[in-house]
């Protein structure tokens, strides 16, 4: 699958622009990260790409066609949603959560059949959760409960996925296995992946493509090595930053530091 | 799988006992009639006793079907409520249709209508009251415009407005004859179900539990976050209303018939989630089958216990407080 964000344009409101003219693509089996400081806009592209804010101007396209003439569960059956994991008001089993994944396939009236169960079981498999089938959502770890969402999410059968920050909040450890499970949907099973992210590392280490949001609703869009580089995070973040690049066992890993300030002009 | 069968086991169970208890509940009264007679009048071969046809067909059968129905409705409506606006505190009458109904039926006493225009009145302006809502909500405009929190503020001052509204009518009422109607009515009784005001409310009830009934899977995805339940497909404006307008419908027909009663739209549900935990292909059934049992036990001992009949609102928590702690110590609340 095929989806672009072509010259979106959002602002809450008139005059503070929030995003100007944003584009990115992802192609089959790629992986986008999305960057920027806070209040940048990271979340609102989100929510507009996924149809939750409408962009003032520019398109959506899925595959070419523009997501405002795709229904609802069309939409939803090929792309698939990944929120930041959240307790839930009423908590659910995991088996029952990512059952949920299969909402998108079923009328109003309509129950999840034996073939949905064993999707999502399948779907658990894959995201390495069976175990957990039978505790509650309320009883795992925070680690544990993304990768239940992101089970949910593949419950659904989609081409792509949109994670919002997916290893904010968790250990390192977590964060490993949430980032090699991108890797491993991306490039073993083709699925497109794009996600946000705070770590300018984690989209070095994952992402083929990066977006970088800056002040003002500019952005840049490129293969992530070329845009993550010193100058322009400096600019987005800023920040005076050192990227150091380690060689271990033959794969290039890079650290970011964060230096100093760069005083702001005031006036 | 074990909480499936569990749950199985479970409505099975209370499906038969139910039957048992409104059995019971035909025996039992001032005027006792033997089960044997009972089952012969229910087949439709008459009784040797006096009077006991009449008391049995035009009496209890009436009163204990709907308080069977409002129960099951109310609680039904309430675990809908609870799912729909991600609140464990959610009731019936969070979005003021009991505080409509309430005014409708005052302001019918206070005209004087006839029992049937009071329970009219008293739906008219229970539906009435969240429409209002519905209307309220609209007019939000920018970010909030279609979110959740808009729906229950507006709720607040809907229900607000018509409790002020039920107090105004209080206080012109006279106090001599009419205002003793006003609040016995409103601390809620199944006495005066006839087979008229069982045609009246029954349909509505009926209906709006059938469409709950039918929506409980869509109600899971309904308790998420706004973008996770619209990620996961769900048409959330129509699927909103609809739980609200049958909701609505139920608790509007109740508190028709017979006033307000309060807890077990509350009680019900969470007794329901402690057992089978939160997932509304079970709690949704439970709930209506436990609202039922619920609300015929806890008439019957209302009008068994003395001669005068004990307002049922304040048994609903005089039974239901207990009942309530000691599952949350035998469960430890809601964990599954």
């Not at chain 2, 001032?30 to 035009?58: C, H, M, Y």
């Amino acid at each position: 699958m095929k989806f672009e964000v072509k010259d979106g344009c959002f602002s809450y409101l008139k005059e503070d622009i929030v995003l100007d003219h944003v584009s990115l693509c992802a192609d089959e089996g790629q992986v986008i990260s999305i960057l920027g400081p806070n209040g940048g806009g990271k979340t609102t592209l989100l929510k507009c790409m996924l149809g939750f804010l409408k962009f003032a101007e520019g398109a959506i396209l899925v595959d070419g066609v523009s997501e405002k003439e795709m229904k609802q569960n069309e939409f939803w059956q090929k792309v698939a949603y990944v929120p930041q994991a959240r307790t839930q008001t009423f908590p659910y089993l995991v088996r029952e959560t990512v059952l949920m994944g299969r909402s998108p396939y079923l009328s109003m009236f309509q129950m999840p059949s034996a073939i949905d169960k064993e999707i999502a079981e399948d779907a658990m498999k894959r995201a390495g959760i069976l175990h957990l089938a039978e505790k509650s959502c309320a009883e795992i770890s925070g680690g544990e409960l993304q990768l239940v969402l992101i089970a949910r999410a593949l419950a659904s059968k989609p081409e792509m996925l949109v994670m919002d920050e997916p290893e904010t909040g968790l250990d390192f450890r977590n964060q490993l296995l949430v980032l090699n499970m991108i890797k491993k949907l991306s490039k073993e099973e083709h699925l497109s992946v794009i996600f946000n992210t705070h770590y300018p590392e984690h989209a070095l280490e994952v992402s083929d493509h990066t977006l970088l949001l800056m002040k003002n609703g500019n952005s840049m869009f490129g293969e992530t090595k070329d845009i993550l580089n010193e100058k322009n995070m400096c600019e987005a973040f800023g920040v005076n930053i050192k990227i150091i690049e380690e060689n271990i066992e033959g794969l290039t890993h890079s650290t970011i530091l964060p230096v100093s300030l760069i005083e702001e002009d005031k006036s | 799988m074990k909480l499936d069968v569990k749950f199985k086991y479970w409505m099975i169970a209370s499906t038969v006992i139910l039957i048992v208890i409104a059995l019971f509940a035909l025996c039992a009264g001032q005027f006792q009639v033997p089960a044997d007679q009972v089952l012969s009048i229910l087949a439709g071969k008459g009784s040797t006793l006096k009077n006991a046809e009449t008391v049995i067909r035009q009496v209890r059968l009436p009163r204990i079907l709907f308080s069977m129905l409002a129960g099951a409705g109310l609680a039904a409506a309430g675990a809908a409520f609870q799912s729909l606006f991600s609140n464990p505190l959610a009731t019936p009458d969070t979005l003021g249709t009991a505080n409509g109904a309430s005014f409708g039926a005052a302001l019918g006493i206070l005209l004087g209508m006839s029992s049937a225009g009071i329970q009219l009145s008293a739906m008219f302006f229970g539906i009435l009251a969240v429409l209002l809502v519905f209307l309220v909500t609209r007019t939000a405009a920018g970010q909030n415009k279609g979110s959740i929190i808009m729906v229950i503020l507006a709720g607040l001052v809907i229900s607000s407005l018509f409790s002020a509204l039920v107090t105004l009518i209080k206080y012109v009422a006279d106090p001599n004859n009419i205002l003793p109607v006003i609040t016995f009515w409103l601390m809620g009784s199944f006495s005066s179900v006839t087979f008229k005001s069982l045609q009246i409310g029954a349909p509505l009830i009926i209906i709006g539990v059938l469409i709950l009934f039918f929506l409980r899977y869509r109600m899971n995805a309904m308790s998420l976050s706004n973008d996770e339940a619209k990620s996961l497909g769900v048409n959330l404006p129509l699927t909103r209303s609809i739980i609200i307008i049958s909701a609505a419908a139920i608790t509007a027909s109740v508190v028709a018939i017979c006033g307000v009663i309060g807890w077990v739209g509350l009680l019900i549900p969470h007794i329901a989630r402690m057992l089978f935990g939160n997932d509304n292909r079970r709690v949704l059934p439970a709930s209506i089958v436990f609202g039922a049992e619920f609300m015929l036990i806890t008439d019957t001992i209302a009008r068994c216990v003395s001669n005068a009949e004990i307002p049922v609102s304040i048994l609903t928590a005089v039974i239901g407080a207990p009942v309530f702690i000691i599952l949350l110590r035998k469960t430890g609340g809601i964990r599954i």
